[in-house]
Each structure stands twice: as structure tokens, then as C-alpha cells.
């Protein structure tokens, strides 16, 4: 059973800057497509980023240009940078592995205006 762990969330204000991670408790990432995803409260969840097992990466409009998805497969680890962060940001962002399923706790960004 693969186990997801996200961490890196907080309070942040606008402009600022934080990075989640999310650990995989086996070699996970190097097979599969591995995606950031956030939901906020009254609102659908939603992709943010993905990283195929490739090194392929896709970015939602809204981030683009401001997050940064990466992985490192020796710590079985996937990060998302998040720079310049606007309110509208705010959320539980949860990782997801995107062929097995297997969701994460999540954790909570806030976004200070």
C-alpha cells in the first residue's frame, strides 16, 4: 500500500513563497505520473501540476510562471515550489499519483492579502 505525505503548508503572505512536499513511502515516483492538486473551501478540487515519470510537467494557468513542480527520486519525493502567492491561492493542496490513485492527507496553505 503506497502511503503519500504532504508537508510544507502554512500561513504565508501575498508575495511569499512556500514549498510542499510530498513523500512516497516506496520508489513510486520513477513509474508514475505524480500531480499537485488543490481544493479550497466551496470549491471543486482542482490540478495545479503534474510531473510525468518522465520528467514531462504541466502547469495550470493560473500557476504558471509562479509554481515550480520537481521531484527527487532518491529521497522518493515531489516538490511543489510556490512563489509569488496570491490569496486566491489558498487551499489544501493534496498529491496524487496519477495511474494508482493514491491520495495524500494534505496540507493547508493560507495566503495572507
Known amino acids: 500500500q503506497v502511503q503519500l505525505v504532504e508537508s510544507g503548508g502554512g500561513l504565508v503572505q501575498a508575495g511569499g513563497s512556500l514549498r510542499l512536499s510530498c513523500a512516497a513511502s516506496g520508489s513510486i515516483f520513477s513509474i508514475e505520473a505524480v500531480g499537485w492538486y488543490r481544493q479550497a473551501p466551496g470549491k471543486q478540487r482542482e490540478l495545479v501540476a503534474t510531473i510525468s515519470s518522465g520528467g514531462r510537467l504541466n502547469y495550470a494557468d493560473s500557476v504558471k510562471g509562479r509554481f515550480t513542480i520537481f521531484r527527487d527520486s532518491a529521497k522518493n519525493t515531489v516538490y511543489l515550489q510556490m512563489n509569488s502567492l496570491k490569496p486566491e491561492d489558498a487551499a489544501v493542496y493534496y498529491c496524487?499519483?496519477?495511474?494508482?490513485?493514491?491520495w495524500g492527507q494534505g496540507t493547508q496553505v493560507t495566503v495572507s492579502s
Open positions: 496524487h499519483t496519477e495511474r494508482s490513485g493514491h
